[in-house]
T-cell receptor, first 114, second 111 residues
Framework: DTGVSQDPRHKITKRGQNVTFRCDPI?????LYWYRQTLGQGPEFLTY????????KSRLLSDRFSAERPKGSFSTLEIQRTEQGDSAMYLC????????????FGPGTRLTVT | RKEVEQDPGPFNVPEGATVAFNCTYS??????FFWYRQDCRKEPKLLMS???SGNEDGRFTAQLNRASQYISLLIRDSKLSDSATYLC????????????FGKGTRLHILP
């Protein structure tokens, strides 16, 4: 399978716990994006990497959120001290600057904070 | 004005009919435009890019109107399997590489 993969697919955690999600992009894609989506809304941009550099962070990304892409391949998104409002689908997408920035999404990680 | 706006619908359309919906955007510097399809509880999937000259892929036609700042999606001979949410995406890949998704238009194709 050469698509974008995300792990885990589902995560249930208690308020106050830390969680970490992983995204593996399409191998030749140099750009990687994280989004959050809640019911009835479109995906909301969180952050974006070009290779290993984090080029933009949304104002939605509070200081409890951190993302890394240390070797320019897979990325992790960590949420510290989770709150109920963090419950959402976290989507990862990748694209290639060379082929026009069409983004391809992974299946998402559904987070439920109880 | 919101950066990207779509009519949320739902559009309830009989099978075989033609349906069209628009998406307006506020930033005239926007450079790239896409339509994505999202099924319930699934990830968005790229449907088509929208080029300045318009483009067609089978039953689907996308057009861009820069003067009025909107893009459109036309679906001909609609199928039951076309039922989904259609997301408009606008980006201006300049220094800030900003990408904005609309909230989506829900389409229900009725048998």
């Amino acid at each position: 399978d050469t698509g974008v993969s995300q792990d885990p697919r589902h995560k249930i955690t208690k308020r106050g716990q830390n969680v970490t999600f992983r995204c593996d992009p399409i191998s030749e894609h140099n750009r990687l994006y994280w989004y959050r989506q809640t019911l009835g809304q479109g995906p909301e941009f969180l952050t974006y990497f070009q290779n290993e550099a984090q080029l933009e962070k949304s104002r939605l990304l509070s200081d409890r959120f951190s993302a890394e892409r240390p070797k320019g391949s897979f990325s992790t998104l960590e949420i510290q001290r989770t709150e109920q409002g963090d419950s959402a689908m976290y989507l990862c997408a990748s694209s290639s600057q060379v082929t026009g920035n069409e983004q391809y999404f992974g299946p998402g990680t559904r987070l439920t904070v109880t | 004005r919101k950066e990207v706006e779509q009519d949320p619908g739902p559009f309830n359309v009989p099978e075989g009919a033609t349906v069209a919906f628009n998406c307006t955007y506020s930033n005239s510097a926007s450079q790239s435009f896409f339509w994505y399809r999202q099924d319930c509880r699934k990830e968005p999937k790229l449907l088509m890019s929208v080029y300045s000259s318009g483009n067609e892929d089978g039953r689907f036609t996308a057009q861009l109107n820069r003067a009025s700042q909107y893009i459109s999606l036309l679906i001909r001979d609609s199928k039951l399997s076309d039922s989904a949410t259609y997301l408009c995406v606008v980006s201006h890949m300049n220094r800030d590489d900003k990408i904005i998704f609309g909230k989506g238009t829900r389409l229900h194709i009725l048998p």
